[in-house]
């Protein structure tokens, strides 16, 4: 029994513990070492981690934040009316993504951009439907321009689509191996989480997503994985189901 048990485990080890994935990544993600804007390095090797996923046969599918560019929050705080403000920003997910695609089909990965706000001439206009048959087809699917709406973070975002189309998890990269009590930069003894429920990240106000994210995806079950995008190899991990980063669920 057990040396069935243990061949079951290796037969299953290497394939992937996810059909469809939702990717975020903060546009600050994009910025390397650079005050602003996007680096080139740390470019490619987002999108060489990515092209390793989809070549497991994974369905793909990411949100990009603007931050490196404009941020919405940002510009409104300095006096900028928030609606425009926080369309500033959307275009500014355009063109993170845009640079995402370009890097991913210089690798040979069929890559759509699909836009909340309509500007066909460089991306097609978000459809549920069209980008399930995007994902279908082998191509990976990058989300731009937010929900569309001001007021809604690329954190929303990213848990609405990955609602919308049905993915397996909501992987969320940062800068950080995972979820802690309090900032771990501030606090060297911050407590980090292995596993924690959706609930308790709202009560204790653990800051990974806003509110809204959270919310939306306890209500609709949508399990996230929080880890450390510095790290590399960690997206490909994450989706072969290692132990890696932060797991928040329903408990």
């Known amino acids: 029994m057990r040396t069935t048990a243990l061949a079951q485990k290796d037969e299953r080890k290497g394939k992937p513990r996810y059909k469809r994935i939702l990717l975020k990544l903060s546009g600050e993600a994009l910025m390397g070492a650079e005050p602003y804007g996007i680096d080139p390095v740390v470019l490619n090797d987002v999108a060489t981690e990515v092209c390793e996923v989809s ?3 994974v369905e793909t599918a990411l949100v990009i934040g603007g931050g490196n560019i404009f941020r919405g929050v940002s510009g409104a705080s300095r006096g900028m009316d928030r609606s425009t403000a926080d369309y500033m920003g959307m275009l500014a997910t355009v063109m993170n993504a845009l640079a995402l ?3 991913l089909e210089k690798m040979g990965i069929p890559t759509r951009v699909l836009s909340a706000i309509d500007m066909k001439e460089v991306a097609e206009p978000y459809i549920r439907r069209r980008a399930i048959r995007h994902l279908e087809k082998g191509r990976v699917v990058i989300f731009a321009a937010g929900t569309g709406l001001p007021f809604f973070t ?9 609602v919308e189309i049905d993915a397996g998890v909501l992987m969320k990269a940062t800068k950080v191996d995972g979820i802690y009590a309090s900032d771990p930069v501030e606090d060297p003894t911050a407590i980090k989480y292995d596993h924690v429920s959706y609930s308790e990240v709202l009560q204790k106000n653990l800051k990974v997503m806003d509110a ?5 995806s306890r209500d609709q079950n949508m399990p996230i994985v929080v880890f450390n995008l510095r790290t590399s190899g960690n997206i490909k991990r994450v989706v072969l189901g290692e132990d890696v980063g932060t797991l928040v669920d329903g408990g």
């Open 55 to 57: 070549q497991l046969g």
């Open 101 to 103: 695609q370009q890097a």
């Open 154 to 162: 690329t954190d929303t975002t990213a848990a609405l689509r990955a």
């Open 212 to 216: 809204t994210a959270i919310s939306l």
